[in-house]
T-cell receptor, first 114, second 114 residues
Framework: AQSVSQHNHHVILSEAASLELGCNYS??????LFWYVQYPGQHLQLLLK??????LVKGIKGFEAEFIKSKFSFNLRKPSVQWSDTAEYFC????????????FGSGTRLQVQP | GAVVSQHPSRVICKSGTSVKIECRSL??????MFWYRQFPKQSLMLMAT?????????EQGVEKDKFLINHASLTLSTLTVTSAHPEDSSFYIC??????????FGEGSRLTVL
């Protein structure tokens, strides 16, 4: 079974600061990788996903993530955060074949101060 | 993108009663739907996988007699929390997968059991 680890539980940044949220996974096979965002009181929204191809993936709202296979990592980045980026961020994986259920990391709460 | 709708978004019930939550894929057919549970400030935990026309597959530790899942059509899955107790209070989220493997999430249903 796969597992996902998010190292940062709570991150506080000032506006315009750069962001990097760590995500590592463990699984013996090929995976699909996702980052979801959950704004306060709202449902999960997909930020970006990696299935195959270019390991540097660009998503919505200026976010990007890089899949480094050798490190089993899929870190999320944004060069300059905004107050509106305050939210909970979840990394998730599922197996490329077979069961499609996502396994989520514990989440990182990002707080951006104006 | 594909839309997944959950109803109700919030429900408050008395202890001992049963509550049904619906999950609908509005503009696509979902052969597989997943039900997750999210405790406050925690990640999403997979409860069960629901396949149209067959019995749901429950994760270890999830009581199938308490959390009844029915997937009667390609666009509707229901979760019934039977004889609800305060410890069942949680945020329940469904998701549906399309043929590409991508998952779409419903808005979630917040259950409060008094």
């Amino acid at each position: 079974a796969q597992s996902v680890s998010q190292h940062n539980h709570h991150v506080i940044l000032s506006e315009a600061a750069s962001l990097e949220l760590g995500c590592n996974y463990s699984y013996g096979g090929t995976v699909n990788l996702f980052w979801y965002v959950q704004y306060p009181g709202q449902h999960l929204q997909l930020l970006l996903k990696y299935f195959s191809g270019d390991p540097l993936v660009k998503g919505i709202k200026g976010f990007e993530a890089e899949f480094i296979k050798s490190k089993f990592s899929f870190n999320l980045r944004k060069p300059s955060v905004q107050w509106s980026d305050t939210a909970e961020y979840f990394c998730a994986v599922n197996a490329e074949t077979g069961r499609r259920a996502l396994t989520f990391g514990s989440g990182t709460r990002l707080q951006v101060q104006p | 993108g594909a839309v997944v709708s959950q109803h109700p978004s919030r429900v408050i019930c008395k202890s001992g009663t049963s509550v049904k939550i619906e999950c609908r894929s509005l503009d696509f057919q979902a052969t597989t739907m997943f039900w997750y549970r999210q405790f406050p400030k925690q990640s999403l935990m997979l409860m069960a996988t629901s396949n149209e026309g067959s019995k749901a597959t429950y994760e270890q530790g999830v009581e199938k007699d308490k959390f009844l899942i029915n997937h009667a059509s390609l666009t509707l899955s229901t979760l019934t929390v039977t004889s609800a107790h305060p410890e069942d209070s949680s945020f329940y989220i469904c998701s549906a997968t399309i043929y590409t493997g991508e998952l779409f999430f419903g808005e979630g249903s917040r259950l409060t059991v008094l």
